[in-house]
């Protein structure tokens, strides 16, 4: 089954502990990126990636770091979470192609006290 | 300014009638998509369906249709023969451009459906 997995799917962490959220699509797409949903402010990108070893920043990366150094794996590192980063976190994967859709993974939900 | 627009909060509909959901974008750019999405109380993103900016059609999936008015700049969601199972938040999203390097989804802030029995 074609799908994108994330994990875990809930963390509650306390503030300055560095955690980790990994992705996975087993679609073979060259595009991956991260989002991060909060209420009232819609879903915002965090980082994006072109292909292994290209990545960029989206509109709120401060506090983020991403690696891609497999094409199916994108995982989103947080190396001193802080209480203003607790959100819904998503991970969305596409072919290389501007009109291809987006898929997304099943979502992480973190609390960071 | 809003780059996505859905005027509408929240929606309620009565099972097997059909609703619109509303969505305006604004860009300047020629090429572009537009989607919507749907986020179900548990929390994932579930894609429903695609409009191109070049796209003469009105795209549609199944009981999802796409009522695409480019001089207005509106993508209205249409869903026919409302069920349970579409009560949901819907997100309308745009992608600007092609051939640049980030595919980013620019959201709305989601219309919330209730589908009362």
């Known amino acids: 089954e074609a799908q994108v997995t994330q994990n875990p799917r809930y963390l509650i962490t306390v503030t300055g502990k560095k955690l980790t959220v990994t992705c996975s699509q087993n679609?073979?797409?060259?595009?991956m990126s991260w989002y991060r949903q909060d209420p009232g402010l819609g879903l915002r990108q965090i980082y994006y990636s072109m292909n292994v070893e290209v990545t960029d920043k989206g509109d709120v990366p401060e506090g983020y770091k991403v690696s891609r150094k497999e094409k199916r794996n994108f995982p989103l590192i947080l190396e001193s979470p802080s209480p203003n980063q607790t959100s819904l976190y998503f991970c969305a994967s596409s072919r290389g192609l501007a009109a291809d859709t987006q898929y997304f993974g099943p979502g992480t939900r973190l609390t960071v006290l | 300014a809003q780059k996505i627009t859905q005027t509408q909060p929240g929606m309620f509909v009565q099972e097997k009638e059909a609703v619109t959901l509303d969505c305006t974008y604004d860009?300047?750019?020629?090429?572009?998509?537009l989607f919507w999405y749907k986020q179900p109380s548990s929390g994932e993103m579930i894609f429903l369906i695609y409009?191109?900016?070049?796209?003469?059609q009105n795209a549609t999936e199944g009981r999802y249709s796409l009522n695409f008015q480019k001089a207005r700049k509106s993508a209205n969601l249409v869903i026919s023969a409302s069920q349970l199972g579409d009560s949901a938040m819907y997100f309308c999203?745009?992608?600007?451009?092609?051939?640049?390097?980030?595919?980013?989804?620019?959201f709305g802030k989601g219309t919330l459906l209730t589908v009362n029995p």
């Open positions: 860009t300047s750019d020629q090429s572009y998509g």
């Open positions: 999203a745009m992608r600007e451009g092609v051939g640049g390097s980030n595919y980013k989804l620019t």
């Open positions: 679609m073979n797409h060259e595009y």
């Open positions: 409009q191109g900016s070049y796209d003469e």
